[in-house]
DNA sequence: CGACTGTAGC
DNA sequence: GCTACAGTCG
């Protein structure tokens, strides 16, 4: 029996919003601990990690660890039909093989509850080892997500740079080159929209912009994003959701091509 | 050598977003005077006049006359990635085959420079003769637009007549016919809000709507406009640039068929 | 806060 | 031509 109740239904709303067009089918992992989900997007080259931890919910129930598989189109398509200031408790029987959503108006005068079938989903849960970074960039998440759709009607990949100076993102097409670089600003009125560089050592690397512009729609979750880099890892890119947990995006970088010396 | 910086950059956005529909690519000529262009649109019909003069920029070198040929959808991708309240320097090398638009955040956070191949482009620069015109009326910006755009939905051209009592906007379709009649009014609360007429003769024109919508791009560069009208001559469609210059767009009238004298 | 409209991009 | 997003209105 699982019985989670989140009072502030529009965190599920927009982490469904985040992800639906990443991964189409997902295990949610529910736990003690919280709700999770960790996929590999469609095409296999990204990663998605979401955590949702247990003391978020106002009510948690979960008897045991279970594993459900969700088709995350559709599971969006019935979060849709709740308000955002409805309250949102989803609710599976153990062996069960459906998950029902329950929204609840403000007002209590509103109750809808729609139940989803779920499916059978082959996962192998990577562990993410632990990471020394190179550099961490914490930016305001509204600028970088301006900063990637800027990028992405010049060119297709970006290169994004860190050294003490700040941070730098560039690309390269038909029409020109683009450079858009950020120095480091901790002396801002509100702390979200301080951009900070934390550089152990300077790294330059180079990613699908395609990519980042998805994740970037995980921008109403948090104002601000963490990126993290190293040389040959991939970049983490990560959302905080407010007293819950986070969403991180994976991405391995490219294998910089130096026209000069191809075959 | 040359760099212009202009420190409401918002307006060279407003001026490409008001021009880039009529004309594909066009040179820029920068002198002493200022930065002007002056192209045809794309069908040979329409003119667009663009001054912005040298005193509006807060910096303004230029070495040597120089003109340089821009797509100006690529432009205006460029410039879509400046932020609205940024500072925006042009420049280019003398000799050079590149333009580069820099954009500074207020804040001077964030700096980006975008570069931008030159394009070789055909261009007569017609000298376009100073003329006395049967007809003055300015009026609001918005208003006219809405007219246009009005019009637009019943018919193809519209007919602008100028009398002592106001000026007429008409047009008729298959599915009937419209006039808009707008006196001389000069006792409002703001003067852009004022409609004014100088008339020396009266006269009557025939436009394209399709052609006047295309100018009404320019709306959100003035609050007023001024519409100039003379027996066989273009009329000429001017925005004023604040402390810096205009756009004026000409269009040739349409020679009246009268449907019953046809052979 | 939700619905609608108008606009821009695919 | 259609869909997605932003801005405006109620």
Redesign the interface.
């Known amino acids: 029996m699982l019985e989670l109740r989140l009072v502030q239904g529009s965190l599920l709303k927009k982490v469904l919003e985040a992800i639906k067009d990443l991964v189409n089918d997902a295990n949610f992992d529910c736990s003690a601990t919280g709700f999770s989900l960790q996929a590999m997007d469609s095409s296999h080259v990204a990663l998605v990690s979401l955590l949702l931890r247990s003391e978020g919910f106002e009510h948690y129930r979960c008897d045991r660890n279970i594993s459900m598989g969700m088709n995350l189109g559709n599971m969006s398509k019935m979060l849709k039909c709740a308000g955002n200031d409805d309250i949102i408790t989803i609710k599976a029987d153990d062996g069960g093989d459906t998950v029902t959503f329950m929204f609840e108006s403000p007002t209590q005068d509103k109750i809808s509850d729609f139940e989803m079938k779920l499916m059978d989903i082959d996962s192998e849960h990577l562990g993410i080892p632990e990471a020394e970074y190179h550099a961490i960039v914490r930016m305001p998440s509204a600028?970088f997500a301006r900063i990637c759709k800027?990028?992405s009607?010049?060119g297709d990949t970006v290169v994004i740079s860190v050294t003490k100076e700040g941070v730098k993102f560039s690309t390269r097409g038909d029409?020109?080159?683009?450079?858009?670089?950020?120095?480091q600003?901790t002396t801002v009125d509100k702390p979200e929209e301080a951009?900070i560089i934390e550089m152990n050592e300077p790294v330059s690397l180079t990613f699908a912009l395609r990519y980042m512009n998805s994740f970037t729609k995980a921008t109403p979750l948090s104002n601000t994003v963490t990126i993290s880099l190293s040389s040959e890892l991939p970049v983490v890119v990560e959302y905080k959701i407010a007293e819950m947990g986070y969403i991180r995006f994976y991405l391995a970088p490219k294998i910089e091509e130096d026209e000069e010396t191809k075959p």
Do not use: W, Y
């Not at 029409?175 to 120095?183: E, H």
């Open positions: 600028e800027d990028l009607s010049i029409i020109g080159t683009a450079n858009i670089v950020l120095r600003n951009t």
